[in-house]
């Protein structure tokens, strides 16, 4: 996908079926998908690491595919280290190359370095760069690729996370905060995104104005030299997220509210306007 001419949205970090996410139906999203015709969820949709969790997950990415398409809204699914395998597409390429979009698992040595295994992380992450071959911190495709085969390994460490799992709701919230470094590294992990990011598309996109990614949970937009980067954010608790409007022309980027009915778009944080590829041509 290397143009966007249909009005486009794009989410991530739902976490469908996950005890902590704020969406308890996916028709509460219904008021945004409808306000395109076209919804790329950028990573971690739906929970697929364990054995308890696959089935939820597998069974709630038909059901957001399914209300997208009655709607008239074409889905299409980026994985992310929570749902590793939900589709074939680690990263898209949008508006003739200008805008790089990927989960943003990729930024990150070990995937997610602030999680309480992050030392057996880092080791199973290095070990999958280095059977790729020597170049392969060097070599896009195969750092999507490392880290997805990570993530897919990862999920022997796991525990259940979705409904259907014993651990009682409290459990999650304490999860956040243990180990007590945890939270430091979260922090951290937040501070170095959009440097990460911006040096990310100078190493691969250099043409790229724009990366969007998610992952970290904390929602913004930063400017790092000539490159945007947009996290946005996640549907469990805290910081909320954004959502990125596409039109071929303009890049939008927007609140995410939850009202009683579910949620809507919020105000605008920022609009970047773009020439289309072809009025460029013409004009050169």
């Avoid at 308890?52 to 997208?68: E, K, N, Q, S």
């Avoid at 999650?172 to 945890?182: G, K």
């Avoid at 922090?187 to 998610?214: E, I, M, S």
């Avoid at 039109?247 to 009683?260: A, L, M, N």
């Amino acid at each position: 996908m290397s143009t966007t001419s249909d009005p486009t949205i794009i989410i991530s970090d739902l976490h469908l079926g996950h005890r902590a996410s704020q969406i308890r139906d996916p028709e509460e999203l219904v008021p945004i998908l409808k306000e395109a015709r076209s919804v790329i969820f950028n990573g971690d949709t739906v929970e697929m690491r364990t054995p308890v969790d696959r089935p939820v997950g597998r069974h709630m990415a038909a059901v957001i595919a399914r209300l997208c398409h009655s709607i008239g809204c074409r889905a299409t699914f980026i994985n992310g280290n929570h749902d590793p395998a939900v589709s074939k597409i680690d990263h898209l390429d949008l508006m003739d190359g200008r805008i790089l979009v990927t989960h943003g698992d990729i930024l990150f040595l070990g995937v997610a370095p602030w999680s309480r295994q992050a030392l057996a992380y880092r080791k199973i992450h290095l070990r999958a760069l280095a059977n790729l071959g020597p170049d392969a911190l060097m070599n896009f495709e195969k750092r999507l690729l490392a880290a997805k085969r990570t993530s897919i390994k990862l999920q022997l460490m796991e525990r259940p996370v979705t409904e259907q799992s014993k651990a009682p709701k409290i459990g999650v919230l304490v999860a956040q905060f243990w180990p007590l470094h945890r939270p430091f590294m979260i922090l951290r992990a937040w501070l170095q995104t959009p440097t990460l990011a911006a040096r990310l598309c100078d190493l691969f996109r250099p043409n790229a104005k724009y990366v969007l990614v998610g992952h970290t949970h904390y929602p913004g937009c930063w400017k790092r030299g000539p490159v945007t980067v947009v996290n946005t954010g996640s549907y469990v608790l805290h910081f909320g997220a954004l959502a990125v409007l596409l039109d071929g022309e303009s890049i939008e980027i927007r609140k995410v509210i939850k009202q009683k009915e579910g949620f809507a778009l919020g105000k605008r944080v920022a609009r970047f306007r773009e020439t289309p590829a072809e009025r460029l041509a013409v004009r050169g």
